[in-house]
């Protein structure tokens, strides 16, 4: 299975998006990261994350105005990159490796695919680790032979 089947709808924005606008389209499409791409890259290359960890540790914390204040002043970069060919696993070691939440996926030119939240990534593990537990339930109690 590949990643981008885990990944959400992914809104991006220019560096130079006011951080006030970005927020609104991650509140209308009920995300918890946006990503940022390049204006002068044709095929979106990104260059940026922006979370609602950026906005409480960069804007709020700092008492930065979201009106005012550009996302490329307060974005996440670099960002990790993962392919679509990255296995779940992998993918949420990564992760929990570098304490992030959220993992873009490119393709081979660096352009946008779409995002893969943690918690996607911990429902399929979860669910290969179901799949596991009933098979060998299902060994163990199998009556044998003469059973």
């Not at 260059?47 to 540790?57: A, H, I, K, S």
């Amino acid at each position: 299975m590949g990643l981008l089947q885990l990944a959400q709808e992914t809104a991006a924005v220019s560096p130079e998006t006011l951080v006030l606008d970005a927020v609104a389209l991650m509140a209308k499409g009920r995300v918890g990261a946006i990503v940022v791409t390049s204006t002068a890259d044709i095929g979106r290359n990104v260059v940026g994350v922006f979370t609602e960890r950026d906005l409480m540790r960069r804007v709020v914390n700092e008492r930065r105005d979201p009106a005012r204040t550009r996302i490329g002043e307060v974005m996440t970069s670099p960002v990790h990159t993962v392919s679509d060919e990255t296995s779940v696993a992998e993918a949420a070691s990564l992760m929990r490796e570098h304490h992030i939440r959220h993992l873009v996926i490119t393709n081979e030119r660096g352009a946008l695919q779409g995002v893969v939240a943690q918690r996607y990534l911990l429902y399929a593990l979860m669910g290969d680790l179901e799949l596991k537990v009933n098979g060998l339930q299902t060994y163990i109690m199998a009556d044998g032979p003469g059973g």
